[in-house]
């Protein structure tokens, strides 16, 4: 009489199905050896579950450090966007809210270049002699209004030597538009680091930074 041979699929369907099997055969977990996980030498059935069970471990504990970490670094900037908030809303004057948000942006989201361009009037003459309400270029201005998203990555072209003020290059930027239902003007981040900014990364923060803005810049123009 002929015995059929069971294959592998056959067998862990077996095991899988008779869970009890290694309940009543104890015996084999230690005669039983396989090749060890780390290449040295062959191991008992017990031991290697135990090997395997110490790796789901030591996964588990990295995978929960890096969401601790990641959740100290959100609770962290949820902070200082509340403080960025806090700061644009007790600002007395333009002036005061300019330079509360580019030192803001500077020392706490390590942002050493912040600007604002605005194309949209002023709601008073003095405002109007502002830097930030200046002419615009208009080959960036028309690039900016075609945005309908923050730009992130380098400089484009050449009107980009127009994003900064006093002429100053960097080596990466997020150019943000202002507005709500229209755009008004932009908010420039840029950095030295030609990495800081890249074409990809995610914009949230960069979209809420402007609904902030562009709340707190209603005062100002008409």
């Avoid at 199905?17 to 780390?38: G, I, K, R, T, Y």
């Avoid at 380098?154 to 507005?179: H, M, R, T």
Wanted: glycine share 4%; hydrophobic share 40%; with cysteine.
């Amino acid at each position: 009489m002929e015995t059929k041979s069971l294959n592998e699929d056959e067998v862990a369907a077996f095991l899988q199905q008779n869970p009890q099997f290694f309940e009543n055969h104890a015996d084999l977990l230690a005669a039983m050896h396989v090749p060890s996980a780390h290449g040295k030498g062959a191991i008992s059935l017990a031991e290697r579950q135990q090997v395997a069970q110490r790796d789901k471990i030591r996964q588990l504990e990295r995978k929960y450090s890096e969401l601790l970490t990641i959740g100290i670094e959100n609770d962290e900037t949820g902070n200082k966007v509340h403080q960025l908030t806090l700061g644009l809303l007790n600002s007395a004057d333009f002036t005061a809210l300019n330079q509360m948000l580019v030192e803001t942006l500077r020392e706490n989201f390590n942002v050493p270049y912040v600007n604002i361009k605005l194309w949209a009037l002023a709601a008073d003459n003095d405002l109007s002699t502002q830097v930030a309400f200046e002419t615009v270029d208009e080959t960036l201005k028309t690039w900016v209004l075609s945005l309908d998203k923050p730009y992130c990555g380098n400089a484009l072209n050449d009107s980009f030597q127009y994003l900064l003020n006093d002429g100053v290059e960097a080596k990466s930027y997020a150019v943000i538009p202002l507005g709500a239902t229209e755009t008004i003007g932009f908010l420039v981040l840029a950095s030295d680091d030609e990495k800081r900014f890249y074409p990809g990364m995610g914009t949230l923060f960069l979209q809420r930074l402007n609904e902030l803005l562009t709340s707190a810049l209603s005062r100002y123009v008409s």
